[in-house]
C-alpha cells in the first residue's frame, strides 16, 4: 500500500524588529507595526487582518499565548520595557 502524504495548504509571513522600537512602559508596552520588517527585509505598514494563529519570538524564544495581543496596527507585550533594547521580537502569522 502506498503511502499517501497530505496535502496543506499553509502560509506564513514573519515580520521582525527590536524591543527599542516599542513604546510605553508596563501593560501598555507596544510596538507598531510599521516598525518592523517583513520577509522582503520592506518596511511593514500593517500586520495581516486575517491569519489562523500567530507566534511571537523573543530572543528566539517562542512565547506563550498569554505574552502578547496584536491587531493590524501593533504589537502588545506587557512588561516588555523591561527587556534589553536590542532583544530581537519576530512575529509569524500563519494562514492554514
Known amino acids: ?4 502524504k ?6 506564513a509571513s514573519r515580520f521582525a524588529s527590536t524591543i527599542a ?10 510596538i507598531a507595526a510599521t516598525a518592523f520588517t517583513d520577509d522582503t527585509g520592506a518596511p511593514a505598514t500593517a500586520f495581516p487582518t486575517t491569519y489562523s494563529y500567530y507566534n511571537l519570538y523573543i ?4 512565547q506563550t499565548d498569554d505574552t502578547s495581543t496584536v491587531t ?7 512588561n516588555g520595557d523591561t527587556l534589553a533594547d536590542q532583544t530581537p521580537v519576530i ?6
Open 72 to 78: 493590524t496596527a501593533e504589537i502588545t507585550i506587557p
Open 59 to 62: 530572543n528566539a524564544m517562542i
Open 6 to 11: 497530505p496535502y496543506f495548504n499553509v502560509n
Open 1 to 4: 500500500m502506498p503511502i499517501i
Open 91 to 96: 512575529i509569524e502569522f500563519v494562514t492554514t
Open 21 to 30: 522600537s516599542g513604546t510605553g512602559t508596563g501593560a501598555t508596552f507596544e
